[in-house]
């Protein structure tokens, strides 16, 4: 059902309370992915540390949602920023959309059976 993210490392993270998991889903997509999302400007400005710094700061939140793919693709950004910005930030742009269309169908789910579910993969 999912490309990206797991459920399960979801719930591991975040316990089976659908109000944790509602709350911290929406941090997540509400400051990581909007931040990465505004990437091009600061690289677009020269400022490559904070490119890698945000990249940086961002991992963990996709370790939290199992969305191990883009965690490898912030890692590829920011081992080398100069280089690898251009490469991979229109696959990160690609998969930030993804993702952030599967956290919207995996909270509709917890939201509309009020209930969080392993069985979601």
């Not at 599967?102 to 059976?113: A, K, Q, R, V, W």
Request: aromatic share 10%.
């Amino acid at each position: 059902m999912y490309s990206l993210i797991n459920p399960e490392v979801i719930f591991h993270f975040f316990d089976e309370d659908p109000q944790m998991v509602n709350e911290m889903v929406g941090i997540i997509i509400s400051t990581n992915l909007q931040e990465l999302r505004g990437l091009r400007g600061v690289f677009e400005s020269g400022n490559f540390y904070q490119v890698k710094k945000k990249c940086h700061k961002s991992k963990p939140s996709m370790s939290y949602l199992g969305a191990i793919k883009v965690r490898s693709t912030l890692e590829r950004i920011e081992e080398n920023v100069e280089v690898s910005f251009e490469k991979y930030y229109p696959n990160l742009i690609e998969e930030l959309d993804l993702l952030e269309k599967e956290l919207g169908e995996f909270l509709d789910h917890i939201n509309s059976t009020g209930k969080v579910s392993s069985q979601l993969n």
